[in-house]
């Protein structure tokens, strides 16, 4: 979740039986994403499992059904579907960009490369320097 | 034993972009390939001037696709 976190989500909750207490209410507007190559990014959800995280009034619900496939359940009252789409798309792309950094991190230690400086920059990007010594 | 850096910018997409210094020739390719494995297939590729001199940097970009 360390994707949710880094856009100042907080977990609200990790297990499939709370997930009637999360349905959506009647003034609440909701849209349903899928996650791209979801099958790969999102190991840390088990199958027929819910994380559901909030920040500012929005929900956002991870699940992956049977088939391992994940998606997105955005809902936020007062909001636009545009304005749910367009978090829930963020939302998804800080998915994807976690994985990465997490398997590209793993990669580089494990062949020897030294990161010297790491930083978030304001567009949301990371930016690595590392180094390399080769015989 | 030369020492090889490596500028990677992780875009909030998820694309990977890098900048390679301290290859000489065709070390560059080698290093390119070797990312490519770690997290996807090669999307486009500019040489920067320095391409051109006897020690190159290269610039890549490199698409998501695990």
Sequence with gaps: ???????????????????????????????????????????????????????????????RDVRGRASLCVTGEGRTNDELRALGEEMSQAVVQQYVYQKLMGEMRSRGFNVIEEELSEDRSIRLKVRHWEN | MPEREFDITIGKNGSVELHVKGYKGKGCMEAMKMFQQIVGELKSEQKTNEFYEPEEQVRFNIDQRH
């Design chain 1, 1 to 63: 979740m360390a994707a949710a976190t880094s856009l100042g989500y907080q977990v609200a909750a990790e297990a499939a039986e709370l997930r009637k207490s999360f349905e959506v209410e009647k003034k609440e507007s909701k849209v349903q994403l899928d996650i791209e190559n979801s099958e790969v990014v999102t190991n840390q959800l088990g199958r027929d499992q819910h994380i559901t995280v909030t920040r500012d009034g929005v929900t956002i619900t991870f699940s």
